[in-house]
């Protein structure tokens, strides 16, 4: 299995990103997915994850502004985020526990960065 994450960037506050996390030997759609993030000097935190069944949950800090994506065609996580703040600077790597393996995957992590 391979989890290929990109869409990082930098961005002002109030902006917009899109992360995706392109998977194979997997199939997300069946899969329990996730988006994590890094901040320097703190720990892993989780932002958003999707459920086996399709249910989606939200950090706090993230809820409202944040979505997170299934996409069947590109069998493909997304992260829609939308009215960036500088506290979402991190890098943010994907995660698939996947039904197929029984085993949890790590994408390699993208660098955002919110400018105020």
């Known amino acids: 299995v391979q989890l290929q994450a990109s869409g990082g960037g930098s961005v002002q506050a109030g902006g917009s990103l899109r992360l995706s996390c392109a998977a194979s030997?997997?199939?997300?759609?069946?899969?329990?997915v996730a988006w994590y993030r890094q901040s320097s000097g703190k720990q892993r935190e989780l932002v958003a994850n999707?459920?086996?069944?399709?249910?989606?949950d939200y950090a706090e800090s993230v809820k409202g502004r944040f979505t997170i994506f299934r996409d069947r065609r590109k069998n493909a996580v997304d992260l829609q985020m939308s009215s960036l703040i500088p506290e979402d600077t991190a890098v943010y790597y994907c995660?698939?526990?996947?039904?197929?393996?029984?085993?949890?995957?790590w994408g390699q992590g993208t660098l955002v960065t919110v400018s105020s």
């Open positions: 030997g997997t199939v997300v759609w069946t899969d329990a």
């Open positions: 999707t459920s086996r069944d399709g249910t989606a």
């Open positions: 995660n698939v526990d996947s039904t197929r393996w029984r085993r949890l995957y």
